[in-house]
């Protein structure tokens, strides 16, 4: 306590602005009724401020801000709401706690906010945010009840503006994010998150969850990408970002979206994401629902999920690079479990290792990428890697792997395939004579009275770049680029015929002439 400071809640507390102490312990005791404020109040630098599971309400107007931390101090234990009026402004007003400035990019460091519920009746307002340069930050245990309004829970946002320098949140903590039913986003789905970063680095989330809400995590490049970023952290920005257990039973648009292009900037700046563990459910009728959506980004990692219930379970957009989603499931999708490419261009290196895919397709597609557990095209450099694929019985797949004539040089080994759909194909590689996709691979199966291949021949190289590959018939290819020493093995040989053929300098001839 200082100097035996204690808040009523009886009335208004219209005067106060500031707390005036250098340092210490505020305490508001604990009351039935709420404490009302009407203007901001800050909780200055190095102060802790327990709310000893109060509640405090502020009844405020315009474009003004609720608690307003600073560096190095705390606010803790209790609820805080915003039941405001004619609320404008940035993403600070009317929000129940901020700190640092977005207008100049200044932050605050070393500022604790936990052990709180939330809740703001600003339509697409923050929970809580933090502005700028903040630094070492922590924002945990924040519990969210059942909100129409909210848009962010927790935010961190760069600020500042051109030149610059502007400010970036780095060295942050958000863990323990506890939301309940959110139902603001409809149409405005691409910046609705429980957890939301927006132009920051080196940042740590554990633990968000929701009831229900239009997106979990956001991950942003920020309007002016990092075009006015200080030097010594220019080209982090997008980096170092870490996310585990992400969980929502009900989500309506995204699960996970990275972004990394600004709308005020031509500087592309690919986020690089590690997501851990996420459980990510949609209710299957949703058209334009993802699961985990990744544009303009580079070497995001989804290990280990949970996915079902989407139009498509892990989709990339445009400039979408080295995409990589390692073991987990992903199921019962609408469509695609998987899909690689974009029409737009710029999707290269992504890949699937050791994951489990089943009855994906639940919308019934045949003949096109979205019947597949896993479509790629417009894509190059993708690999596909120890997974499996199907049920036994009752499979929606008509394909496991569908690879369309655009999506080049990609590789394929070690999968298995349980079941498909009747009449499908497990590993599908472009069509019949798109030999030169350069597909390479072994040791793809599929279980018995199931087809296991169309399309073109998966190759196996050697040490010397020549490929060997089986081709359907009995006779070699007519069209392709080879080179000497390419061998190819017919499936139906004939007596008196040969088992297959090799490439020579003066084309394909036949080796292994059997007994008629």
Request: proline letters at 3%.
């Amino acid at each position: 306590w200082v100097a035996g400071f204690v808040w009523n809640q009886w009335q208004p507390w219209s005067g106060i602005r500031t707390l005036k102490v250098n340092g210490g312990r505020l305490g508001i005791m604990p009351f039935e009724l709420s404490t009302v404020f009407d203007d901001t109040v800050e909780i200055p630098k190095g102060v802790a401020l327990d709310l000893h599971g109060s509640t405090v309400d502020f009844q405020i107007d315009g474009a003004i801000r609720a608690f307003d931390i600073k560096t190095k101090s705390k606010i803790y234990n209790g609820t805080v709401t915003v039941n405001g009026t004619t609320a404008s402004g940035g993403g600070d007003k009317h929000a129940p706690v901020s700190g640092g400035d977005q207008s100049t990019g200044t932050g605050i460091s070393k500022a604790k906010v936990y052990d709180l519920t939330v809740n703001t009746n600003r339509s697409n307002g923050n929970g809580v945010v933090l502005f700028g340069d903040s630094v070492g930050c922590e924002i945990y245990n924040i519990t969210i009840p059942d909100s129409p309004t909210i848009g962010r829970c927790v935010a961190l946002e760069w600020g500042g503006s051109e030149p610059g320098p502007t400010g970036h949140p780095h060295n942050c903590k958000i863990y323990n994010i506890n939301a309940g039913a959110l139902s603001f986003g409809a149409g405005a789905g691409s910046n609705a998150y429980v957890a939301w970063l927006s132009s920051a680095f080196n940042i740590t989330v554990e633990n968000i969850y929701a009831d229900s809400c239009y997106g979990v995590l956001g991950v942003f490049t920020g309007d002016r990408s990092n075009d006015g970023a200080p030097a010594r952290y220019k080209n982090m920005i997008g980096r170092g970002i870490t996310a585990d257990n992400i969980t929502c039973e009900d989500v309506k648009k995204y699960g996970v979206r990275c972004y990394g292009k600004g709308s005020d900037s031509s500087n592309l700046l690919p986020q690089s994401v590690v997501v851990t563990n996420p459980v990510l459910r949609a209710d299957g009728t949703i058209t334009d629902a993802i699961g985990v959506l990744c544009e303009f980004t580079d070497d995001v990692q989804i290990v280990n999920p949970d996915i079902s219930g989407f139009q498509t379970g892990v989709a990339t957009g445009q400039e979408a690079k080295n995409l990589k989603v390692i073991g987990g499931k992903v199921w019962g999708n609408r469509a695609s479990g998987i899909s690689y490419g974009s029409g737009a261009g710029g999707v290269a290196g992504c890949s699937v290792d050791g994951t489990s895919l089943y009855l994906n397709n639940q919308g019934g597609f045949a003949g096109v990428g979205g019947a597949a557990a896993i479509f790629i095209q417009n894509c190059s450099r993708w690999s596909v890697n120890n997974c499996k694929f199907g049920d036994d019985a009752g499979e929606t797949q008509q394909y496991s792997v569908r690879i369309e004539s655009t999506a080049p040089d990609g590789k394929l080994n070690n999968n298995h395939t349980f079941g498909l759909a009747a009449g499908g194909v497990a590993y599908v590689n472009g069509s019949s004579t798109d030999y030169d996709l350069g597909t390479t691979g072994e040791n793809n199966t599929a279980a018995a009275g199931l087809t296991g291949f169309g399309g073109a021949p998966i190759y196996q190289v050697d040490w010397l770049g020549r490929k060997q590959f089986l081709i359907s018939g009995a006779s070699a290819p007519v069209s392709g680029t080879w080179q000497q020493g390419d061998r190819c093995f017919y499936s139906a040989p004939s007596p008196g015929g040969y088992i297959g053929s090799v490439y020579t300098s003066s084309g394909w001839r036949g080796f292994g002439q059997l007994q008629s």
